[in-house]
């Protein structure tokens, strides 16, 4: 015969071999995985391979930027006063590298990056470092769109005028009769395309 109070041991002791399989077990061994294993898992050569690291243009890096902490042993053994940043057209700018007690950071030269290449709030920034101080440097757009350039013209590659002045009506008729001298179409002038898709070269000025 099962006493009420066995009945209870039995449940207690249920419960709590429930909640021991539940609870992580604690001082795992961590297995090592080869350096080469980790180039393989991310489709590249450890030759190919460059270090890189990113930064949103916010506050005060539109003053000077700061190298992270972190990746500065890829570059400790390279520093020297200047550096250089290349973008996707081709172009390159050359930056002044200052040392100090809050770390390394990119001063001079830097403002007319961001002057040059239009770069203002939330735009996001991913710095390749290609060796011997030079940075491939991708521009994305705040809208997560990463900048084309146009491969002859080193223009960033623009939408018809349509889409830029805000015409489209994604596929849709319409609404009311469609006027009997409708007013002609406004162009935008190259002027107010810059200002909508800005771009420093000089067929666009």
Known sequence: M???????????????????????????PLIPVPENNIFQMAGVTQEDYRPMFFKIILGSIKERLRIPPKFLHHILKDLTKTATLKISSGDIWTVEMKRSKDGVFMED???????????????FLVF??????SFSVQIFEPNCVERVYDAATHCTKMPPPKEAAGHLNNGKRPRGRPKKNPAPEKKLSR???????????LACH
């Open 2 to 28: 099962v006493t009420k109070k066995s009945s209870e041991n039995a449940n207690r002791d249920e419960r709590a071999h429930v909640a021991s399989q539940r609870r992580p077990k604690k001082n795992l």
């Open 128 to 133: 390749n470092y290609d060796g011997n101080m």
């Open 109 to 123: 030269g830097w403002q007319q990056f961001l002057r040059d290449n239009s770069l203002t709030d939330k735009h």
């Open 191 to 201: 002027y107010n395309r810059n200002l909508a898709f800005p771009c420093k070269c």
